[in-house]
């Protein structure tokens, strides 16, 4: 594919693709599959209600909706469901049997559908959804812009749910369903406005609603930052979160792009800029060099809704402003590599895997991500890494199964951390696993990538208990009520109180290389607990209990963060040992990062490795690749360039890792 670029002013190159299609008969069957997700759109009848209305409701009081769940039934076919509890003598859910935050997103598959294939259908579905969305939309009075929820079978709005939604009632305030919108009606204006021009007139009427809301209630904090333990987080992002505003910030920048106004052109230069403001750590400091998703903690970070990397990219690339795209250009070519060695797209790295559950949502949030920034960075080796994740779809995950199914469309709900597979195939599993899909047909040399749909190696990040260690001194192992802290989680539930004098030590298996040692551990402001940190009566650091600023607008007191040791443990069978002073101290667990971590997928004939480096130097690899035919080895850098290329006619594949950067050997 060739691609025009301009360097701007940071130095970096935004990319714009010169898109030339490929012939039809070189081009595989299409993954993308709307069977199941037009299995679980209906309509229904609204009523007149003051403060809502959609397009022409007057002539067509049909609108389209989206059920939110669906079940297996015994016969294999399927069963559509709402949220909450249910009334059978009512037909009511506690929550509803639809809602906006779907129904926005299933707009997006069918426009992108449309866009992509011209059909009709797709056209269609999409107009019926946009419809019934902004009926969910309140037009008049204080809450105007913003978006109740759920609906009910027949129609009608619940603003308060059981169990209740923050906010309460649901359009009282900013709120995740507020940004879908926002993303729906941005893509709804591009793919409308040379279509219809009456329909993306009122589509930019209601996203001029809805920036509006968001300048009334988030906006009009811009430029104003709060503490969380010490360090400057924007007050500007939508509920605290850059996962949440990134998902408006894809619906601005198309909206934007398709020449959108002043207000939104700022909006989206706002929240980009928020988002940005949260890029954290390196190749070898948590997180890693992600982009944090929620402004309240340092140790949080999840996969679903983590389209920060391309809602940054994209906002770069409309702004025309690089400085936007590099800390995306960080998250894809260095935490994305880190990320798929130690374990996948969790649903919650807390900042131990705790939840290691893992669904449509993330595994799509980050293959979106590492395209959009190959789109607007033109960097191919990002593509490599896309392919990689989404060979999850293919069986590349831990029940060693596909979650997606060409044949009907279905994307299974979630895949648990021990391989139990969730067999439902509701509305937001479906949603991502087709913008998945949507993506992957627009790229084949991707798709391909992806049916590699077999783990065949994973050697990256481990996580050792405290309370495995053996303890001496007075330690002691303390289960709290809860192990979420307010802002993290402690992993396996428990930790390990080092009262002065006391210490753990830790015997860890053999390693064939050195590795990063960073203890998980509370800080806390005014600690003066230290614990130092040694193998085989060799030194390797010190942590500093009290190293924390303020709690500031954090919602608990410190924070449970990874600490990275100066002096790295070295290969073979070791000890590793704690002891305290000063004061009390507080671990959960120990993270142990290889300076090479690797990932290897199979399938289809062929067998991919990922390579990534947490060195300061360049590191040399031997790894074994079967397959026919000589590897391709191609060595990119921690910004994702490509440093090298070369090929390798042996089963033994060397190869060279750089600093913080990735290497991809395909056969």
């Not at 269609?124 to 019934?132: F, Q």
């Not at 959009?372 to 960075?377: D, G, I, K, L």
């Not at 203890?519 to 230290?530: D, F, M, N, T, Y």
Request: net charge neutral; proline share 7%.
């Amino acid at each position: 594919m060739k691609r025009r670029s301009v360097l701007l002013g940071s130095g970096l190159a935004l990319s714009a693709p010169l898109l030339s299609a490929a012939p039809a008969e070189a081009r595989p069957a299409r993954l993308t599959n709307l069977a199941h997700l037009d299995f679980l759109r209906d309509t229904v009848t609204v009523p007149a209600l003051d403060g809502h209305t959609t397009y022409r409701l007057d002539r067509t009081p049909e609108v389209g909706v989206l059920w939110t769940y669906a079940e297996p039934n015994a016969d294999g076919t399927y069963r559509r469901i709402g949220g909450g509890a249910y009334d059978p003598a009512t037909g009511i859910y506690g929550q509803g049997a639809f809602n906006s935050d779907d129904i926005a997103r299933a707009a997006v598959v069918y426009l992108r559908h449309w866009r992509q294939t011209g059909a009709a259908a797709s056209r269609a579905a999409s107009y019926a959804l946009l419809r019934g969305l902004t009926y969910f939309q309140t037009a008049t009075g204080p809450d105007a812009g913003n978006v109740i929820l759920w609906m009910q079978s027949d129609g009608t709005l619940n603003p308060s749910a059981d169990p209740p939604d923050s906010p309460d009632p649901s359009d009282s305030g900013p709120s995740y369903w507020l940004a879908r919108t926002v993303w729906a009606l941005g893509e709804g204006y591009a793919a409308w406005r040379s279509a219809d021009g009456d329909f993306a007139q009122f589509l930019r009427q209601r996203l001029d609603l809805a920036v509006s809301a968001l300048n009334r209630q988030v906006l009009r904090r811009y430029g104003t930052w709060q503490t969380i333990d010490g360090k400057r987080t924007p007050a500007w992002l939508i509920v605290d979160g850059a996962d949440a505003t990134a998902e408006a910030v894809l619906g601005l920048a198309a909206y934007v792009e398709a020449g959108g106004g002043e207000p939104a052109r700022r909006a989206l230069r706002q929240f980009a800029e928020g988002i940005a403001a949260l890029a954290d750590g390196d190749a070898r400091t948590w997180p890693f060099g992600a982009v944090r998703p929620w402004a309240l903690s340092l140790s949080d970070w999840h996969a679903w809704a983590s389209q920060m990397p391309a809602a940054l990219a994209r906002a770069a690339r409309v702004l025309g402003d690089a400085r936007l795209a590099g800390p995306a250009v960080t998250d894809a070519a260095v935490f994305t590599p880190w990320l798929l060695t130690s374990g996948g797209p969790d649903n919650g790295r807390l900042p131990a895997r705790i939840d290691r559950s893992q669904i449509a949502y993330g595994v799509d949030s980050r293959l979106q991500s590492l395209l959009a920034v190959a789109a607007t960075t033109g960097r191919d080796g990002l593509r490599r890494l896309a392919g990689i994740l989404a060979a999850w779809y293919f069986g590349a995950n831990a029940a060693g199964t596909a979650a997606y199914d060409p044949a009907t469309g279905r994307t299974v709900d979630g895949i648990a951390g021990d391989g139990t597979v969730n067999r439902n195939a509701g509305a937001e599993s479906t949603i991502h696993g087709l913008l998945s899909m949507l993506a992957l047909d627009a790229d084949p040399q991707v798709a391909a990538l992806a049916r590699q749909g077999r783990i065949a190696e994973r050697v990256g990040s481990a996580t050792v208990e405290a309370e495995q260690a053996t303890l001496s001194g007075g330690a002691t192992v303390v289960t709290p009520p809860s192990a979420w802290t307010g802002e993290s989680q402690y992993s396996n539930g428990a930790y390990v109180r080092l009262p002065t004098g006391s210490s753990v030590r830790f015997r860890l298996p053999a390693a064939d290389q050195p590795r990063l040692v960073l203890p998980i551990v509370e800080l806390q402001p005014g600690s003066a607990a230290v614990t130092r940190w040694s193998s085989a009566d060799r030194p390797l650091g010190t942590v500093q209990h009290g190293r924390i600023g303020p709690q500031g607008a954090s919602p608990a007191p410190g924070a449970l963060l990874p600490v990275t040791l100066g002096a790295e443990l070295p290969a073979g069978p070791t000890d590793l040992v704690a002891t305290a002073s000063g004061g009390d101290a507080v671990l959960d667990a120990v993270m142990l990062e290889p300076l090479v971590s690797r990932y290897v997928i199979t399938g289809a004939g062929h067998t991919t490795v990922l390579l990534h480096s947490a060195a300061r130097t360049a590191q040399p690899a031997t790894i074994a690749v079967p397959g026919a035919g000589a590897a391709v080895v191609e060595t990119y850098d921690d910004t994702g360039a490509l440093r090298g290329r070369s090929t390798a006619p042996g089963s033994t594949v060397r190869a060279v890792v750089l600093p913080g950067g990735f290497t991809v050997i395909q056969r």
